[in-house]
């Protein structure tokens, strides 16, 4: 079984940073992608950025220049660094990596169970 926690969001105001973690744990043989995702009410999830185990990135378009995601491979974990933060960018932001279990040999994507994160005004 593999456990993926997010830590790190809160309230901040417009213009301030955050910095979101995720740790992935458990059974784990390898980790490919991780990223974060996030959902507003009443809105789809939304893919915000991800990684690839080497380190190659892409972001949505509304968070470029803003965010940064990174990764240690050595503690399973994915970071977002969130700058110039908007009221707009207010959600639970989900973390989520594509892991191949170390029981089963499977791979399979986890989810953790967000974190929310609100700008004010």
């Known amino acids: 079984q593999v456990q993926v926690v997010e830590s790190g969001g809160g309230l901040v105001q417009a213009g301030g940073s955050l910095r979101l973690s995720c740790a992935a744990s458990g059974s784990i043989f390898s980790i490919g992608d991780m990223g974060w995702y996030r959902q507003a009410p009443g809105k789809q999830r939304e893919l915000v950025a991800r990684i690839s185990r080497s380190g190659r990135t892409n972001y949505a378009d509304s968070v470029k220049g803003r965010f940064t995601i990174s990764r240690d491979n050595n503690k399973n974990t994915v970071y977002l660094q969130m700058d110039s933060l908007k009221p707009e960018d207010t959600a639970v932001y989900y973390c989520?990596?594509?892991?191949?279990?170390?029981?089963?040999?499977?791979?399979?994507?986890?989810w953790g169970q967000g974190t929310q994160v609100t700008v004010s005004s």
């Open positions: 989520t990596t594509s892991t191949i279990d170390g029981t089963s040999f499977s791979r399979q994507n986890y």
